[in-house]
């Protein structure tokens, strides 16, 4: 397998050399769905640059409330608290929901190409700020979102991260990844099957991304018209 997919969109944005130095210490791994990346307060052995493998990122509080602040596939990283000088991971445990492959960089490895080339540094400076811009897109629709649109909008963004119509999940997972009943989410998805933009099966579920993805911008531009006053109805 050649390094030709999800990282290429990283890869891309370096000159040759920095590109082959770092090729050099990219290893190609399988993600089992399940596996735990990262663990608060653990030290981060590995960085990965994720291919069609999906990870959820899910914030852990004192008291052990688990709330999910982002998902990232194709393109996404994990690990990136090495970036900012960091050896451990935050308050984030960082899980694979959907088995895939990614590329691997030890952190050792992280760190000397890093100290060699300033670009390299300043390209996975990149790559942090834009994961930092989804975990905050993850906050405001958590808080925001009826449980309806956080369903929906997480499914878009997986399917999408593993390019992918069939995303593979349980209803009890997507319930503790949105801190939600699993009754809940069962009733959302099935309104979701009732306008034909999902179908759900056992443990996996069908993306009808074009649709799903005109039925959230539909929803946020009627939100938008009713705050103003002049509520619409969403037809699909």
């Known amino acids: 397998m050649g390094i030709n997919s999800g990282s290429a969109c990283f890869l891309k944005t370096l000159d040759a050399e920095a590109e082959g130095l770092l090729r050099s210490c990219l290893v190609c791994v399988e993600l089992d769905q399940g596996a735990i990346l990262e663990k608060p307060g653990e030290r981060i052995s590995h960085l990965y640059l994720l291919d069609t493998a999906v990870v959820s990122f899910v914030a852990i509080g004192a008291a052990g409330k688990r709330v999910e602040?982002?998902?990232?596939?194709y393109g996404g990283a994990t690990g990136l608290a090495l970036t900012f000088g960091s050896a451990c991971s935050p308050?984030?445990?960082?899980?694979?929901e959907v088995?895939?492959?990614?590329?691997r960089l030890s952190a050792e490895d992280?760190?000397?190409i890093t100290e060699e080339r300033r670009d390299l540094r300043q390209a996975f400076l990149h790559?942090?700020?834009d994961h930092l811009r989804r975990v905050t897109d993850g906050a405001v629709a958590m808080g925001c979102l009826s449980i309806q649109h956080r369903v929906a909008r997480w499914l878009l963004m997986a399917s999408k991260a593993q390019e992918d119509s069939l995303v593979g999940i349980?209803?009890?997972r997507l319930a503790e990844l949105l801190c939600a009943r699993r009754s809940s989410?069962?009733?959302a998805l099935h309104k979701l099957e009732g306008i034909k933009v999902i179908r759900a099966?056992?443990?996996r579920i069908e993306v009808d991304r074009e649709r799903l993805s005109f039925f959230l911008d539909q929803s946020t531009k009627a939100s938008r018209r009713s705050s103003r006053g002049d509520g619409d109805q969403i037809s699909m």
């Open 69 to 73: 602040i982002g998902t990232v596939g």
């Open 91 to 96: 308050n984030v445990e960082a899980t694979v």
């Open 99 to 103: 088995r895939g492959a990614a590329w």
């Open 110 to 112: 992280f760190s000397r």
């Open 127 to 129: 790559l942090a700020f």
């Open 170 to 172: 349980t209803h009890e």
């Open 185 to 187: 989410v069962t009733v």
């Open 201 to 203: 099966g056992r443990s």
